[in-house]
């Protein structure tokens, strides 16, 4: 298993988009709260611009979260720095908007690692065409951060393509690889097959059916592989997913589930790294 990213405490609390049910998700200021309020871990997303760099933003294209429009793939980084991104967050349903002209700013993934030095993070590939991973991957290792990140994507063409480049990077389950585990539980072999990641990023549901249960949880840690579920906000289905043992929850509120694992007894704790420990989706 790619060491590095799998160290450190478990369960891991995860920012989704740093804190994004507080702050307007995926600025600099998200991310700052988000380890304020206990998270260990944050999540983001992963677009490059016309120009080629890369940013962090969620959606292709840029009305929902910024006072842009029009695809962002489009745009150049100086374009893209130009906009509000705390335009779009609205705490209450669009009565006020606490972080218009305050200031935040689309970041590049350089000054995320900039700001936050050894922050474990998982980076979810958005854009698939034109294929970004390559320059993903070089500028995660020209700034040593191997170790610190966990490469994602639900979709199957990209994580291959993450694979291929033969990196020692943690990465999870594309939607497809989370389909094929399902299938090889019904059937569990005697000597089930190499998992292609090292972590299943998935919702508690799947299709209206329930996903992470202890059976799923049991094999995936059968098969040295973590469970890290998204995106949880309620405290009762945090502690329902604690006790089956799940290895990492996202959350749009990480001081929520740091207060309820502050509140819990401590449960023993696998060995570093998952050995004998025990993601369409749309995060």
């Known amino acids: 298993m790619p060491g590095g990213f799998f160290s450190g405490p478990k369960p891991r609390i995860f920012g989704h988009r740093g804190a994004m049910g507080e702050y307007s998700e995926n600025t600099l200021l998200s991310f700052e709260r988000a380890l ?24 292709e294209t840029l009305e929902r979260t910024t006072n842009g429009c029009g695809p962002l793939k489009q745009c150049t980084l100086a374009e893209l720095k130009s906009l509000d991104a705390g335009y779009g967050f ?13 200031g935040l700013r689309i970041p590049t993934l350089e000054e995320f ?17 034109p294929p970004i991973e390559q320059p993903l991957l070089d500028l995660v290792a020209r700034m040593g951060r191997l170790k610190d990140v966990l490469i994602a994507s639900e979709v199957d063409v990209i994580m291959k393509r993450v694979r291929r480049l033969g990196l020692d990077v943690a990465t999870s389950f594309s939607a497809v690889e989370v389909a094929v585990f399902v299938e090889e539980m019904k059937e569990p072999a005697s000597a089930p097959p190499p998992a292609p990641g090292q972590a299943l990023q998935v919702p508690p549901t799947w299709g209206g059916v ?3 249960t202890e059976s799923f949880v049991s094999a995936a840690h059968g098969r ?15 502690k329902r997913l604690l006790d089956l043992g799940v290895d990492g929850i996202m959350t749009d509120f990480p001081g929520r589930l740091k207060a309820l694992l502050g509140s819990l007894s401590p449960r023993p704790l696998p060995l570093e790294g998952g050995e004998d420990s025990g993601r369409g989706f749309a995060r």
């Open 36 to 59: 304020d309020s206990g998270a260990t871990c944050l999540e983001t997303d992963i677009h490059a611009s016309r120009d080629g760099r890369l940013v962090l933003l969620h959606d």
């Open 90 to 102: 609205s705490p209450d349903g669009g009565k006020s908007h606490p972080f218009r002209g305050a």
């Open 113 to 129: 690692f900039s700001r936050f030095p050894g922050v474990k993070v998982t980076l979810e590939i958005k854009q698939a065409e």
């Open 210 to 212: 329930p996903l992470v």
């Open 224 to 238: 040295a592989v973590e469970v890290h579920v998204w995106t949880v906000n309620e405290v009762a289905e945090m």
